[in-house]
Each structure stands twice: as C-alpha cells, then as structure tokens.
C-alpha cells in the first residue's frame, strides 16, 4: 500500500555532519505527522524528530540545536540534516509515517516503517 524508502546513511566521523532523506510512495491521499526514529544496539527505539503537515516540529533533547528536520509535503518526502555528530548519535534511524492510505472502500490512517539506514559516527 505504501513505502518508505530511505537514504543518507553511512560512516562518519564525530563533529561532522549527515543528511538522511526518506520518500514515501503508494496509495496516499494524505501524511500527517513524519519522523526519525532510532535504535541503538541494546536500546529502545527512540523518537528523534518529528514534523507535522503544518511544520510544526518536535525534537529530542540530545539532537535539539545539531538536527534539523524538514518536509516537502507535495514530494511526500522527509530529510534530516544532522550535525556536529557524536558517537551517541550512532545508530540505525528509521523513517516513520502517518499516513491516510486509500483503500478499495474509503480511507483509513496507518502507521507505516522505513527499513533503517546505519548511521555510525567513528573517527
């Protein structure tokens, strides 16, 4: 129904900067809230940041000031630019998508998952 497919990730080295974009595909009629999560090895998932279809945005406190997270809502797409990378921020990020989808018979909101894309900040 829909796909998200993600880019960007890849190695880099603390204090230098990524930029990971994710488009979304299928049978949309609308995308409310977009995201970043990330997974650690051995920790939760966690929310990153996250954009509304308005541009509000929200933040977790270890990136605020280093992520900055933007849409193109006519592309259905979602970037993140990070940053003055850390070692902490290592991790696999995941795309995430509020997505209204188009049925057969009407409409019905989902919840839709990137695959994951590595990030690893090692000098």
């Known amino acids: 129904q829909v796909q998200l497919v993600e880019s960007g990730g890849g190695l880099v080295q603390p204090g230098g900067s990524l930029k990971l974009s994710c488009a979304a595909s299928?049978?949309?009629?609308?995308?409310?809230?977009m995201g970043w999560y990330r997974q650690a090895p051995g920790k939760q998932r966690e929310l990153v940041a996250a954009?509304?279809?308005?541009?509000?945005?929200n933040y977790a406190d270890s990136v605020k000031g280093r992520f900055t997270i933007s849409r193109d809502n006519a592309k259905n797409t979602v970037s993140l630019q990070m940053n003055s990378l850390k070692p902490e921020d290592a991790a696999v990020y995941y795309c995430?998508?509020?997505?209204?989808?188009?049925?057969?018979?009407?409409?019905?909101?989902?919840?839709?998952w990137g695959q994951g894309t590595q990030v690893t900040v090692s000098s």
């Open positions: 995430n998508a509020d997505v209204r989808v188009i049925m057969g018979w009407g409409l019905k909101d989902l919840t839709y």
């Open positions: 299928g049978s949309i009629f609308s995308i409310n809230a």
């Open positions: 954009i509304t279809s308005g541009g509000s945005t």
